[in-house]
């Protein structure tokens, strides 16, 4: 466990364009920490640092943008086609990212002893990040408006998107293993007071 005995760590999760990160701001407009996984692997991996290092080795020159930072979409291309590819990336990248969530957990549970906080990270299950927190959350959304939010919001292929939700473990198997399920395709405000209710029974449990 990376908590005090007193503060929760919540790890939350859900299936790609389930609305993981509209549920996560929710959680911190109600007064929970949140730590972004996606953000610290951004942070990681910028220019000159040893995971940028080790994934230009890796994958070549041909992932980088001409300012040198990674160009995502090529990098994605790559690894979401392979799965071994992604697996040396994700070699790469999750201890380095494991390692600043940890610290961010203890200084969040130093600055308050009761804190929630939620630790926002898209593959919960498929690290095993799971067994590391206290209570797990995964937002769910049908596989048709899934592939809809990625052609709009990424720019993506009907094939390419349905390619990126395979790469994760089912929502359904996720569901089985998870403590609190939440429907990203709720109305907002219907969506807002679950999220809020069941902040309030995690503050109960911190």
């Given at each position: 466990?990376?908590?005090?005995?007193?503060?929760?760590?919540?790890?939350?999760?859900?299936?790609?364009?389930?609305?993981?990160?509209?549920?996560?701001?929710?959680?911190?407009?109600?007064?929970?920490?949140?730590?972004?996984?996606?953000?610290?692997?951004?942070?990681?991996?910028?220019?000159?640092?040893?995971?940028?290092?080790?994934?230009?080795?890796?994958?070549?020159?041909?992932?980088?943008?001409?300012?040198?930072?990674?160009?995502?979409?090529?990098?994605?291309?790559?690894?979401?086609?392979?799965?071994?590819?992604?697996?040396?990336?994700?070699?790469?990248?999750?201890?380095?990212?494991?390692?600043?969530?940890?610290?961010?957990t203890r200084l969040a549970a130093r600055k308050d002893p009761q804190a929630v906080v939620i630790y926002d990270v898209p593959l919960l299950f498929e690290a095993g990040i799971d067994k590391r927190v206290d209570q797990t959350i995964v937002v769910t959304a049908d596989r048709t408006t899934q592939v809809s939010r990625l052609k709009k919001r990424n720019g993506l292929s009907c094939a390419e998107a349905l390619r990126r939700i395979s790469s994760q473990i089912p929502l359904a198997n996720k569901i089985q293993q998870t403590d609190h399920v939440l429907n990203g395709t709720l109305p907002r405000p219907s969506l807002r007071k679950q999220v809020s209710r069941l902040f309030k029974s995690l503050q109960l449990l911190a």
């Open positions: 466990m990376l908590c005090s005995a007193a503060m929760i760590l919540v790890g939350l999760t859900g299936g790609v364009a389930t609305g993981k990160s509209t549920v996560a701001n929710m959680f911190k407009l109600c007064g929970a920490v949140v730590i972004d996984a996606d953000q610290l692997a951004h942070d990681v991996v910028k220019p000159g640092k040893p995971a940028w290092r080790e994934i230009v080795k890796t994958f070549g020159k041909t992932v980088l943008n001409p300012d040198r930072t990674l160009n995502r979409q090529a990098l994605g291309a790559i690894v979401f086609r392979t799965p071994a590819k992604r697996r040396a990336l994700e070699a790469i990248i999750h201890p380095r990212v494991a390692r600043e969530q940890v610290r961010l």
